[in-house]
């Protein structure tokens, strides 16, 4: 059973808020993972509940509850009245989806402004690293930009982001349409330099404009992310590290990378655990982010050197990697249509 319609059974009132609110009602549902409500249940009541609870000790949420049949857990806000605590400071962010498919609250007049293509922004001067991290998510799940006039230069400020904090921030983007939306923002604001270094450094490492013609490495991991084809997480954050190893690179035979793909997958893993990703998801990102190049290879090479390659369960995902990783730069798409044409000839000689 859904967590928030438990807890209403239990006599607790309760609500989705936040993007849990927002996918419900602009029809997504890619935030399965991140669920997030707020309660009329007090800690106490929620350790009586049936089912297990944990406590994340951040900003977002008081608890973790998980029901007694195991299903999907939901992050929680332990709140006095509904009504009364405003679940964001960016207003679209306060609506609340009460138990059930499509039943909206609006007690905090954010209704009118669903639909508005500029984010609504209840701060003046200076918010929370937490405040720029819901800005940057709604940038990136929902059709929204920061306003033309009147949101100024904020300044952010206050404790980092937990770990788990930015592994969620950072898969809630990239479960959106927009990530890099998103990503600009976080760039822009600071919190970029004060919680990952690393892109960073990658803005400031720039290309040969012969073969990528939008400029430095930041820019285009920015501009892959613009061409998957559908909201995918797990693409997403490869084509985020794939270049990730071009700053600690050097030149040599006339490669101004040399070895960038090898780099790349050492700096990815050191990244993605100290934002305490599962062990399984740093696998899966190693091996796209070692072998992104290998793709633009394949027809040059006989095909015993190349069957570990086709016949790898992420080689499909690879190639979407590769077709997002090419159509951003110069060479234009033809790489990837001869890759397809070798991987489907592969597999239909495995077949026969």
């Known amino acids: 059973m859904d967590p928030v319609e438990c807890l209403a059974e239990a006599g607790h009132n309760s609500a989705y808020v936040l993007w849990s609110a927002l996918d419900g009602y602009f029809g997504s549902d890619s935030s399965s993972d991140y669920q997030i409500a707020c309660t009329e249940a007090t800690l106490p009541q929620l ?42 400071t960016v207003i679209q962010g306060r609506l609340l989806r009460m138990p059930g498919k499509a039943w909206y609250r609006d007690p905090f007049g954010c209704y009118p402004l669903l639909r508005n293509s500029q984010l609504s922004v209840d701060f003046e001067d200076e918010g929370s690293w937490l405040d720029a991290a819901e800005i940057a998510i709604y940038l990136s799940r929902y059709d929204y930009r920061l306003p033309e006039k009147g949101f100024g230069p904020k300044r952010f400020t206050g404790l980092k982001l937990l770990p788990g904090e930015q592994r969620m921030l950072l898969m809630l983007m990239l479960g959106g349409e927009h990530p890099d939306r998103g990503l600009r923002f976080l760039f822009d604001c600071g919190f970029i330099e004060e919680h990952w270094p690393l892109f960073l450094s990658m803005a400031r490492t720039h290309q040969s404009k012969d073969f990528h013609p939008e400029g430095n490495v930041w820019d285009h991991t920015l501009a892959t992310l613009v061409h998957r084809k559908k909201a995918d997480p797990e693409l997403g954050l490869a ?114």
Request: net charge positive.
């Open 47 to 88: 350790a009586g509940m049936p089912g297990a609870l944990e406590f994340p000790g951040s900003e977002w949420a008081d608890a973790i509850w998980y029901p007694a049949d195991r299903g999907r857990g939901v992050m929680l806000r332990c709140v006095d009245a509904l009504d009364v605590a405003p679940p964001s």
């Open 239 to 352: 084509l985020l590290l794939h270049d990730c190893g071009k700053p600690s690179s050097h030149r040599s035979e006339g490669n101004q990378f040399h070895r960038h793909a090898q780099i790349g997958a050492a700096v990815a893993v050191r990244f993605l655990r100290s934002l305490e990703f599962d062990e399984e998801v740093i696998r899966r990102i190693r091996y796209l982010v070692a072998n992104h190049m290998v793709p633009s290879f394949l027809s040059a090479s006989p095909p015993p050197a190349i069957a570990e390659v086709l016949d790898h369960e992420l080689f499909p995902l690879l190639l979407e990697l590769f077709r997002c990783d090419i159509s951003s730069s110069f060479r234009g798409p033809e790489p990837y249509y001869q890759a397809c044409k070798l991987y489907r000839n592969w597999k239909r000689k495995r077949r026969v």
